[in-house]
């Protein structure tokens, strides 16, 4: 049996999301380091008003999701860890609620620096959020509208959610 860890559901991760198809666009790997994606910082733009290149200065309030992926006009918003999170939800759903529109500022300008022009215009985009974890404890059914990425030490992937049909 494979003992996980948190860099290992990263890694877990990312290759079930290309082999379902997905393109990589932002990410963050556990302890903030990544040598393949730029991460998305999702930043309160009425803390960052000097126009400063260095978002960490304005860290306090900024929200870095784990996986942003995109198949079609479907943005996948994930969290992940080696068991399901409570705190990761949460943090989702704020996400995508209390600071949707600095979510969609952020990846605007994420898209404009990054040449990403799959990802406009934003208002198409069809952002589901995404929880990932193992197999190894018992989860809770997904919340309305959120995803459940589940995986085993096999190599398989169980999906749960808005999510369910892109990985069979």
Do not use: Q
Request: proline share 7%; charged share 30%; with cysteine.
């Amino acid at each position: 049996m494979k003992k996980w860890t948190e860099g290992w559901v990263h890694l877990s991760m990312r290759g079930a999301l290309r082999n379902a198809g997905f393109d990589l666009i932002a990410g963050e790997f556990p302890g903030g380091s990544d040598h393949e994606l730029y991460p998305l910082n999702v930043t309160d733009p009425a803390l960052a008003r000097d126009g400063s290149p260095d978002p960490r200065r304005h860290s306090s309030g900024e929200l870095i999701p784990d996986i942003v992926a995109l198949k079609g006009r479907t943005l996948i918003v994930g969290e992940a860890k080696v068991h399901f999170d409570v705190p990761d939800r949460d943090k989702l759903m704020y996400l995508l609620t209390e600071r949707k529109d600095h979510f969609k500022l952020a990846i605007e300008k994420f898209a404009t620096e990054r040449r990403r022009k799959d990802l406009m215009p934003v208002d198409t985009l069809h952002i589901i959020p995404v929880l990932i974890f193992t197999d190894v404890r018992k989860s809770p059914a997904p919340a309305l509208g959120v995803s459940h990425l589940i995986l085993s030490s096999d190599g398989t992937v169980r999906c749960d959610g808005p999510l369910k049909g892109y990985f069979n």
